[in-house]
C-alpha cells in the first residue's frame, strides 16, 4: 500500500509557488521627464515626482541633491519658488524595504539664474 501512495506522488504533476518575493524597484519613471531644468530666482518650479514597481510592499523614495544630502523623503520633489542655493543636480532613489534593492534616476540639473544679473 505504501508502494501504491509513493508511485502515485512521484507521477502527479507539481506546481511551485514562489512564496515572500520581493521583486522591484523596476521600471524607475519621472514626471515630467525633463532632465534640465533653467529658471529665474524667486520662479515657480513644478512639482517632479518619481515612481517605480516594487512587490510585494510599496517602494520608498528619497530625493537628493549632489552637493547637498536628502531634500525629500517621498517620491516628490517639491522646491516651489527658487533661490539661488537650490540650483545643482538631484537624483531619486526607489528602494524596495522588502528587499533592500534600489535603483536610481538620471540626475536633474536646476539651473536658477540670479534676478540681477540678466534684464
Same mark, same amino acid.
Given at each position: 500500500m505504501l508502494k501504491d501512495k509513493l508511485f502515485i506522488n512521484i507521477s502527479q504533476k507539481y506546481s511551485c509557488i514562489l512564496y515572500n518575493h520581493k521583486d522591484g524597484p523596476e521600471l524607475l519613471? &519621472?514626471?515630467?521627464?525633463n532632465i534640465s531644468y533653467t &529658471? *529665474?530666482?524667486? +520662479?515657480? &518650479?513644478? *512639482?517632479i515626482t518619481c515612481s517605480a514597481t516594487c512587490s510585494p510592499v510599496q517602494c520608498t523614495y528619497e530625493w537628493r541633491k549632489s552637493e547637498g544630502g536628502a531634500v525629500s523623503s517621498s517620491g516628490v520633489l517639491? $522646491? %516651489?519658488? $527658487?533661490e539661488r542655493g537650490e540650483a545643482g543636480t538631484y537624483t531619486c532613489t526607489a528602494s524596495n524595504p %522588502?528587499?533592500? =534593492? #534600489? #535603483?536610481?534616476? +538620471? +540626475? @536633474? =540639473? @536646476? $539651473?536658477v539664474r540670479c534676478k540681477f544679473l540678466h534684464s
Open positions: 519613471t &519621472l514626471s515630467p521627464s &529658471l *529665474d530666482e524667486n +520662479q515657480r &518650479l513644478n *512639482d517639491s $522646491l %516651489g519658488t $527658487l %522588502g528587499s533592500a =534593492a #534600489t #535603483t536610481s534616476s +538620471q +540626475q @536633474i =540639473a @536646476i $539651473l
